[in-house]
């Protein structure tokens, strides 16, 4: 079964940092395309970033560019994002996916790990 | 960056209707947009790509079409299970942004 896991979410304060796992089961990971997104409260999706199958190409949206990294361990099946001096604006869920081959359409989804910033 | 418009923001309709969603992108995408519904409390789920190919296992009563800056994705016959918000979303470039959603109610 293709499957895609979060992990790592949690209380941080304002300034913080955290880092999110989501790990990849089921599917070729290293082959794909992979991709945050998340949803503030009550809110719309919002796209954070991608990375290539191979870690040639990252990209973030400018809400994020410069506090938040993504990365991935194809060995591992597992992809990252590394969100250091975390703002109230921060807090969602964080949802991980994975998009068709070629494009940007996500076709697979975790669940969602849950981001608290809060003093 | 491209800045997406998706209207209408909500949207109540009854059971059979036929419901239409509309995306205005502020540049050209070719056909390079797709739409997700979303259910309260879970995931995304992939509805549409390219704007108007339309993924396995999903209802042929969903249909999009459009290119350049006009999309829409319709809907016809609705149900009771199409209960959702709505997403559009930029695939041809980065940032892939996605439009504001259209929350549906019957």
């Known amino acids: 079964e293709v499957q895609l896991v979060e992990s790592g979410g949690g209380l941080v304060k304002p300034g913080g940092s955290l880092r999110l796992s989501c790990a990849a089961s089921?599917?070729?990971?290293?082959?794909?395309?992979m991709h945050w997104v998340r949803q503030a409260p009550g809110k719309g999706l919002e796209w954070v970033s991608a990375i290539g199958s191979r870690s040639r190409s990252i990209s973030y949206a400018a809400s994020v560019k410069g506090r938040f990294t993504i990365s991935r361990d194809n060995a591992g099946n597992t992809l990252y994002l590394q969100m250091n001096n975390l703002a109230v604006d921060d807090w969602a869920v964080y949802f991980c996916a994975r998009a068709l081959l070629g494009g940007a359409e996500l076709d697979v989804w975790g669940k969602g790990t849950s981001v608290i910033v809060s003093s | 960056d491209i800045q997406v418009t998706q209207s209408p923001s909500s949207l109540s309709a009854s059971v059979g209707d036929r419901v239409t969603i509309s995306c205005r992108t502020s540049q050209g995408l070719s056909e390079w947009l797709a739409w997700y519904q979303q259910k309260p409390g879970e995931a995304p789920k992939l509805l549409i790509s390219a704007a108007s190919r339309l993924q396995s296992g999903v209802p042929s009563r969903f249909s999009g079409s459009g290119s350049d800056i006009d999309f829409t994705l319709t809907i016809n016959d609705l149900q009771p299970d199409d209960i959702a918000t709505y997403y559009c979303?930029?695939?041809?470039?980065?940032?892939?942004?996605f439009g504001q959603g259209t929350k549906l109610e019957i």
């Open positions: 089921g599917f070729a990971f290293n082959g794909y395309s």
């Open positions: 979303q930029v695939t041809s470039r980065s940032p892939h942004t």
